[in-house]
């Protein structure tokens, strides 16, 4: 049954009407807080005392998840389960974190030594880059790497190169090339020299055109250069679940590094789309990554719903999105080095359980993902936080804030999290009209103006959040917290009864764009396009420098 037509929701809905405010339910429950606060290992707590929720109703929706046989879902993401039947796949990105000694068959195979096999061949090939065996056209080794990729293939690598900086200690830096944009090729070849230069080719279909079409443009410059087409193999790798296609390009079968249809592009970082991060933080930092994710798996595999974090979550977005009406989700991480991560976010979740329709093919009762947009903290402050606290819409919020940091200035760490709690206090528990007055007041400010300014000042409050606190952003907990958001995401998609694993809706555009070059490039007319379309290809062909 959908979840919006279930008793339990309805329940909920009920429970919704009369609310009391987040500073009542801290005056009346002083347990509050040890209530709802969770906690994996001493590496990473959740606190979600400030969403508007108490035990009771968090019950309710936990009992709503047995309902929608959650428990079974999650143990089908421990096993071989068909979760992708439009594009019949299966859904086992859990595998790629497993220990080797793990057993997880598939069509009567373990792929877990599978698995195991191309890490095998990622460190090798890791560690003849990272010790110089490799070597450009001209003798001398690597010093970049360059990832061509776009989406899944591009954005949880790229986040955590940026989110693992400090690890950053091999000697390999990591680029990262995905847009069609050609000033993204261009302004990151600048700096590079083709003799040193690595190219991650990483397209799970090898058929991306933005990425095809970039490689392409990458081989050419290094041609330029080394001037022999024999010599670019020591130039190029590639990651693929599509062998055909590698070779086809002109890759070795044996610089193709492989992953496979049961590993979905937005959840493939831990597969050898990975390897950027390998190179650039090393393999044992990678398999720490691995090992962090590894043990969000096991706490949402093994935890009751009432203590697993990524069902929280989960459920916190079905209260807040489909309960109370909130349409969107923000996230904000404190951290500079994190600044990659709400782009990511927005894949992983939006290209999830952006859908209409059921795993039936009905449409769906109720409103499926929420709008995720986020960005750093405390930039995100001076941005766009003011809608936050005073706006009309209601954007539940989640903060993540790490302890520790590598770098010295201790003041500042102690200013980015002080700023975060400030940040969740407010929005929790706002500014009164009594305290506006009082503060205006011992200002000596006179009551016309004080009159004329309260509507202004007063901070309604009572506006949910969630602080995520880290000890320090290490790989173990970047890996796990990138599985909860993972984890966060399928359990969304079984509460909502969607396709959390394929994607559509991003065909058509991709179609359209390609029918659209050659009417650009003035081969061929848009006649087939709408008037709108028409008439902005005429301009951009009067406007078009040779
Ligand atoms: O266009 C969407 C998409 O298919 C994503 O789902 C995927 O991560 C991205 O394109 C890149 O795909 P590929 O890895 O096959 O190049």
Known sequence: MPLSTLPLFKALQRSAESMPTLAARFAENSQRVQQLTFHVGDELLVDISRQQVCPAVLQQLCDLA?????????????????????????????????????????????????????LAKM?????????????????????????????????????????????????????????IDPAHLATTLNQLNPATTLFVVSSKSFGTDETMSNAVAARQWLLNACGD???????????STNHRKVVEFGIAAENM??????????????????????????????????????????HLRTTPLEQ???????????WNHNVL??????????????????????????????????LNGEPVSCATGPIVFGDVGSNSQHAFFQLLHQGT???????????????????????????????????????????????LRAEGVSEQRIAELLPSKVMPGNRPSTVILCKELTPHTLGSLIALYEHKTFVQGVLWSV??????GVELGKKLASGLVSALAGETDASNHDAATQSLVKQICRWSTP
């Open 325 to 358: 009406g909130h349409a969107s989700e923000g996230v904000f991480p404190y951290s500079q080095l994190m600044h990659r991560f709400p782009a990511f976010l927005q894949q992983l979740n939006m290209e999830s359980n952006g859908k209409s329709v059921t």
């Open 229 to 239: 087409d024999s010599l670019i193999q020591q130039h190029f790798v590639a990651v």
């Open 499 to 504: 396709n959390s694993f394929d994607q559509w």
């Open 123 to 179: 460190r090798r090939f890791c560690q003849r880059i990272h010790n110089g065996e490799w070597r450009g056209y001209t003798g001398l080794p690597v010093t970049d790497v360059v990832n061509i990729g776009i989406g899944g293939s591009d954005l949880g690598p790229a986040m955590v190169c940026e989110a693992l900086k400090p690890y950053c200690t091999t000697g390999i830096r990591a680029h990262f090339v995905s847009n």
């Open 66 to 118: 047995r309902q929608m046989n959650l428990p079974k879902a999650i143990a089908g993401l421990f096993a071989d389960n068909q979760f992708n039947p439009t594009e019949q796949r299966a859904v086992l990105h859990t595998a790629l974190r497993m220990p080797a000694g793990a057993v997880l068959m598939r069509n009567g195979e373990n792929i877990i030594p599978v698995v195991h096999a191309e």
């Open 393 to 439: 819409a209601v954007v539940p919020a989640e903060f993540i804030g790490f302890v520790n940091s590598p770098y010295d200035f201790a003041a500042h760490r102690h200013k980015l999290l002080a700023n975060m709690l400030a940040q969740a206090e407010a929005l929790a528990f706002g500014k009164p009209a009594a305290e506006v007055q009082a503060e």
């Open 257 to 298: 590094f492989e992953f496979w249809d049961w590993v979905g592009g937005r959840f493939s970082l831990w597969s050898a789309i990975g390897l950027p991060i390998a190179l650039a933080v090393g393999f044992e930092r990678f398999e720490e990554l691995l090992a962090g994710a590894h043990a969000m798996d096991e």
């Open 308 to 318: 697993n974090i990524p069902v929280l979550l989960a459920l916190l977005t079905v």
